[in-house]
């Protein structure tokens, strides 16, 4: 969310009322803001650049408060905007060429008139056109906003492209001229314009705005003309905004609009601008269109869960500044949405609004009305049994990023990137992150090779997703669930990674046989267009020769294992033999090992097929069980509180204990046992297949003959007694024998990405510092120089610590305090010892 800036002496008297820093937290966080922090100019840049150069600063207390991107009207106060024409009678024009097709077709435009400026008001001018360009604008690359001195221009406007060696000006804050394309090397170094250079630079035309006396105003979305740049003596305001989005620059001109309409001669009137498109077609901006909705006070009190009038509901809205009137027409209410509100689009935001007026704290607890019993995702499911039963067989999980770099994927594995169908990044920020994983084998190679100095064998492995192109989805690609082991020694341990495969396939009651079962042939065997792997590995690149295999179930192949290639091993920074294993999880999924125990058939279809209402009746005669008697009201309630926290009788899944209890019930309970009430319809679903449920471990019935017992209480107080002391001298000798064993210490290895702020910070000095960190616990190890981009590299170190007295957030602090050097801190891994 973004973070504004709002004077606190200021923001009180627009409220008209004054705060202390902990209501005005709370009044923050009824209306969904949050008050990020207070300080005052002279705090921040002490902290930023030092006490030297904070004397003579403002010592105002500034609220920071974080915004949601849609809901930058809590800031405003709430007048009537209106679009006027100007005086003159004629609006200043804005014409877009053809040419403009091809890289941004569409701008708007509109003029604030005999607009006074401050410095204040100056600089928030300012801030909101970069707090748009970062939100809504998505980093320009939808909008490019504009402001001009309406006053050093002369319209009409032309927005047109031309080739960059056509375009030549004075940019913004500059002495000299440039032509577009000197204007681009310029910026690469630029360490905030470099950013948005990608935008346009590939293209051969680049959009340009200027007057008819050929003074060019801005290059959208790069920079502005310095000839027409805004000053505190500015009056009158051009404002421009271009896109790729037509609907994105409306909303984006109406919010600039009518933020600093307030500080013209006529407040809350803005001056409108005609657009002329290339097809002739003319258009006046800004919209500034208010637009009425209708939806019922039943709707927002049944959605909330709340039970208020519908006058209060319009007094609720109103204060939310949409303004709300009763109809008269049953619960009908009628709310004006203005044009700040562009996040209104449907009668769920309006009630969301409602309910923020009404405070989230004040909304009553209830109970819900329907009852569910979560079910895990079958495939996390099966995940999670895999992870316990291979860390059991000596494997270390790893967790590795789901971005890569097109090298890892490709060229260090042998390939070509064309055929490795990854999905690209468009717009990358590093180019440690590129592409998106089709391989889970670099990201454990890269572990290793960050660990190789620990003790070998390393044996480490993976379960997670990759990502493969798929033109059958309507994203253009699909997640695949992948388990992937590696085992780097002195020798290659192949027989390690073939035993793990089988310790795999028993763990998934996959037999070794040809067939319906699991084998692995040797890949020179294969054809590899048969293969769903043949964009994954091949023999010649990953695997060293001879020492491949593909690996069948049911006659499909599901992945591969073998011996990595020399190459390989050496384009990771490897230094030894490594044998590695992939395969996909996902064919598993339909396996016995995995039998769904629920019943998740869509209500329709059980009508449409008309499943039989009888269902095997083995009630016992006793209704005892040791909750009482359940034909009683008493049993019942015994038994509804004994749920109330539980899905099951026993454990996490139903047993022979739930449906044998529920046999003893002789009707189904009433709504005044709801727990029970839920429980017993969940378990009604079960009846079907009670054969195959696990037996129970406890008797919750009773035979005839047993109704005198009473698990959960004893009459004879002597034996309570004698019972507890049993408890307690076992206790005892437990605690006594645990506090005998050697406490072991538990370590982590963890290697951290420390970026510097630009390529002219001394790296070597950077690293001086950060190993200058010293705390108990804490072991340096080594480093290298990674490049990221632009001449920028970052520094990788590796380091080993004691969890009980380092943690990543007190290492991360300790090195981001030189902040001359070090601009953030990542931890690019992260294993136990």
Not at 421 to 431: E, L, Q, W, Y
Not at 573 to 594: K, N, Q, R, Y
Not at 803 to 824: M, N
Request: glycine share 4%; proline share 5%; net charge negative.
């Amino acid at each position: 969310m973004p973070t504004v800036g709002v004077k606190r002496d200021l923001l009180f008297k627009a409220l008209g009322k004054t705060y202390t820093d902990v209501e005005f937290d709370e009044l923050c966080f009824e209306y969904g803001l949050e008050l990020d922090e207070i300080t005052s100019e002279k705090e921040i840049i002490s902290r930023e650049q030092g006490d030297s150069k904070a004397s003579g600063a403002s010592d105002v207390i500034l609220y920071k408060i974080d915004v949601p991107a849609n809901r930058y009207d809590l800031l405003l106060e709430a007048p009537r905007y209106r679009r006027v024409s100007p005086l003159s009678g004629e609006p200043q024009k804005l014409i877009i060429t053809e040419e403009t097709a091809a890289v941004r077709p569409h701008a708007v435009a509109a003029v604030l008139r005999n607009i006074t400026f401050t410095q204040e008001r100056y600089d928030s001018f300012i801030e909101l056109q970069e707090k748009l360009h970062q939100n809504i604008c998505r980093k320009r690359s939808l909008v490019a906003i504009g402001t001009h001195d309406l006053d050093t221009v002369s319209g009409p406007f032309t927005y047109t492209a031309k080739p960059p060696a056509e375009i030549s000006f004075k940019p913004l804050n500059q002495t000299k001229e440039y032509t577009a394309t000197q204007l681009m090397s310029l910026y690469k170094t630029d360490s905030h314009l470099r950013h948005y250079l990608h935008i346009i630079e590939d293209k051969p035309l680049y959009p340009v705005i200027y007057d008819r006396n050929g003074i060019v105003l801005s290059m959208p979305p790069i920079i502005n003309g310095d000839h027409s740049k805004i000053t505190l003596k500015t009056k009158n305001v051009f404002v421009e905004c271009t896109a790729t989005d037509l609907t994105k620059a409306k909303i984006v001109l109406d919010m600039m609009v009518t933020m600093f309409s307030e500080y013209c001669s006529q407040p809350f009137t803005v001056e409108e601008a005609e657009v002329v498109y290339p097809d002739g077609k003319t258009c006046k901006y800004p919209e500034l269109a208010y637009r009425k909705e209708k939806l019922s006070s039943d709707f927002v009190n049944r959605k909330v869960g709340i039970n208020e009038s519908t006058e209060t509901i319009a007094r609720l809205l109103t204060k939310m500044c949409l303004r709300s009137e009763v109809t008269g027409v049953g619960d009908e209410i009628e709310v004006e949405i203005p044009p700040t509100r562009s996040d209104v689009i449907h009668a769920c935001d309006i009630m969301e609004d409602a309910a923020m007026a009404y405070g989230f704290n004040n909304i009553p607890y209830t109970t819900p009305r329907t009852y569910t019993v979560a079910n895990q995702f079958p495939l996390n499911k099966l995940t999670e049994l895999l992870r316990q039963d291979l860390a059991a067989a000596g494997f270390t999980e790893a967790l590795n990023f789901a971005l890569c770099s097109t090298e890892d994927i490709s060229d260090k594995l042998g390939k070509k990137i064309s055929e490795t169908r990854a999905v690209h990044i468009a717009n990358p920020k590093t180019a440690e992150f590129q592409v998106a994983r089709t391989t889970l084998l670099p990201g454990l190679l890269k572990t290793l090779a960050a660990n190789r100095k620990m003790p070998l064998p390393l044996k480490l492995f993976e379960i997670s997703d990759v990502v493969l192109k798929d033109d059958t989805k309507d994203v253009g690609a699909r997640n695949s669930r992948r388990f992937c082991a590696v085992y780097y020694n002195k020798s290659p341990g192949f027989e390690v990674i073939h035993g793990l495969l089988d310790r795999t396939m028993q763990l998934l009651e996959v037999k070794s046989e040809r067939g319906d079962g699991y084998h692995i042939q040797a890949a020179e065997e294969i054809d590899l267009k048969c293969s769903p792997f043949k964009y994954f590995f091949k023999v010649d690149s990953t695997f060293f020769p001879g020492r491949c295999a593909e690996i069948f179930v049911g006659g499909k192949s599901v992945g591969r294992l073998g011996v990595l290639h020399p190459d390989v091993i050496t384009r990771f920074e490897l230094t030894m033999p490594c044998s590695a294993v992939e395969m996909d999880i996902e064919p598993f999924l339909g396996h016995p090992a995995e039998t769904t125990r629920t019943h998740d058939v869509p209500l329709h279809e059980v009508i449409k097929h008309h499943f039989p209402s009888q269902v095997p009746n083995s009630r016992p005669t006793s209704t005892k069980t040791v909750f009482g008697d359940v034909s009683s009201a008493a049993g019942l309630k015994a038994l509804d509180d004994f749920l109330a926290d539980k899905s099951y009788m026993e454990g996490f899944e139903a047993t022979q204990a739930d449906t044998t209890m529920f046999d003893a019930i002789p009707s189904a309970p009433s709504s005044t046992f709801p727990h029970l009430l839920r429980w017993y319809n969940h378990v009604k679903s079960f009846l079907r297949e009670r054969a195959n449920l696990p037996s129970a471990k406890s008797p919750f019935v009773l035979e005839e003959d047993d109704d005198d017992i009473d698990l959960f209480g004893s009459d004879d107080e002597e034996d309570s007694a004698e019972v507890e002391k049993l408890k307690e001298q076992r206790l005892a000798e437990y605690a006594a024998k645990k506090s005998k064993k050697p406490a072991l210490i538990a370590k982590s290895s963890i290697l951290l990405d420390v970026k510097p702020w630009d390529d002219e910070t001394d790296m070597a000095k950077m690293e001086e510092c950060v190993r200058s960190v010293k705390m108990e616990g804490l072991l340096w190890g080594q480093s290298k120089m990674v490049p990221v981009g632009y001449g920028i590299k970052k520094l990788q170190i590796g380091c080993v610590v004691e969890d009980e007295k380092v943690g990543t957030d007190l290492l991360e602090e300790a090195i981001t305090a030189f902040e001359e050097y070090v601009q953030s801190v990542d931890v690019a891994a992260f294993n136990k010892v």
